[in-house]
């Protein structure tokens, strides 16, 4: 079955390949020249979809922002705005999919994070510093059920 015409809404008849490969048509009433578009991963984002998927590969498993630009070769903005992208559609995506998720058991443990752990370390430069590295507290939430794990951080103890 052949597309109408986005301009006339006309029947259309195949007019060749574009040098991706993709097919063309050709509306007979108005001459209209026009491609089908294809759903494209990064929506509007005129980035390889390959450079963009490496990017945020190297984001997730915890590269830098700049040594995914420097890697990557693309823009500090365009590889933060691929990182909001994905971020939002996630979060459509989960909250279209993951409603009514039932919770059979949660257990609950504190992690740690030694931030500023090395400062701390240094003994005799400043006397109000602790000399041992103090873990900033934090929560694990996991449900075996529905294989889930949330991390908060709220501060450092006292």
């Not at 006309?10 to 993709?22: F, M, Q, S, Y």
């Not at 491609?35 to 984002?45: A, C, N, P, T």
């Not at 740690?112 to 939430?141: F, I, N, Q, Y």
């Amino acid at each position: 079955m052949n597309p109408t015409c986005p301009t006339c809404e006309t029947t259309c008849r195949k007019h060749g390949r574009t040098r991706t490969g993709e097919q063309r048509f050709r509306c007979g009433t108005c001459g209209a020249t026009y491609q089908e578009q294809r759903e494209r991963l990064f929506g509007d984002f005129r980035v390889p979809e390959d450079k963009a998927l490496m990017a945020l590969t190297m984001l997730c498993e915890g590269s830098s922002v700049r040594a995914t630009c420097r890697i990557t070769g693309l823009h500090k903005a365009t590889v933060l705005k691929l990182l909001v992208y994905a971020g939002e559609r996630v979060e459509r995506f989960m909250a279209a999919n993951l409603t009514g998720v039932r919770v059979e058991d949660v257990e609950c443990d504190e992690i740690g994070d030694s931030s500023g752990s090395k400062r701390r370390r240094r003994r005799g430069r400043d006397s109000t510093m602790r000399s041992s590295a103090t873990p900033t507290p934090g929560l694990l939430s996991s449900a075996p059920a529905s294989s889930f794990s949330v991390t908060t951080s709220d501060g450092a103890r006292s």
